[in-house]
T-cell receptor, first 116, second 110 residues
């Protein structure tokens, strides 16, 4: 149990376009989902916390208008990278929890975004 | 300052040997977790140790926590080629967010 999926696993897009990444909890209801980005050989950086039915909470330095997060249901959160630039190229990982307890975070397999 | 900051090291060991990696943090915590990440993949939760625990075992994994020194160690015994991965510790000190350390790259040579 506790499986989290992400789609797509890899995406290549051109500068200026928008890309949507989905994060789904497959066998449980996730009241909270987290979005991270990870640069090569570096650690995970928390971008935002997404609670079902409410606005996401963004970490300092993360642009809300550039990284749009929607958590419309208890099993789905989406991250949309708007007007993508090459510097947005990264590995994006989501995680999901039940009841918002950090010690029960289940991670998705990640999405590799390349902006050309 | 970053929580869950491992010694930034890369380990290369022979199969069957033990691998030890460390993690230090700067503020008080409720718990500390270790995760494994295979190249280009998501994170797999390995073990959680609470602030009132000093040692915990799970299979070939042994985690210690020293809250007085604000440090933790992860020991993998009898390593296997499949243990090749990056290992991260994460703490939950700030607003229930997880703060990840830099990670340790472990390479187990068959």
């Amino acid at each position: 149990g506790a499986v989290v999926s992400q789609h797509p696993s890899r995406v290549i897009c051109k500068s200026g376009t928008s890309v949507k990444i989905e994060c789904r909890s497959l066998d449980f209801q996730a009241t909270t989902m987290f979005w991270y980005r990870q640069f090569p050989k570096q650690s995970l950086m928390l971008m935002a916390t997404s609670n079902e039915g409410s606005k996401a909470t963004y970490e300092q330095g993360v642009e809300k208008d550039k990284f749009l997060i929607n958590h419309a249901s208890l099993t789905l959160s989406t991250l949309t990278v708007t007007s993508a630039h090459p510097e947005d190229s990264s590995f994006y990982i989501c995680s999901a929890t039940v009841g918002g307890q950090t010690y029960e975070q289940y991670f998705g397999p990640g999405t590799r975004l390349t902006v050309t | 300052s970053q929580q869950g900051e491992e010694d930034p090291q890369a380990l290369s060991i022979q199969e069957g040997e033990n691998a030890t990696m460390n993690c230090s943090y700067k503020t008080s915590i409720n718990n500390l977790q270790w995760y494994r990440q295979n190249s280009g993949r998501g994170l797999v939760h390995l073990i959680l140790i609470r602030s009132n625990e000093r040692e915990k075992h799970s299979g070939r994994l042994r985690v210690t926590l020293d809250t007085s020194k604000k440090s933790s160690s992860l020991l993998i015994t009898a390593s296997r080629a499949a243990d090749t991965a990056s290992y991260f510790c994460a703490t939950d000190a700030r607003n229930n967010r997880l703060a990840f350390g830099k990670g340790n790259q472990v390479v187990v040579i068959p």
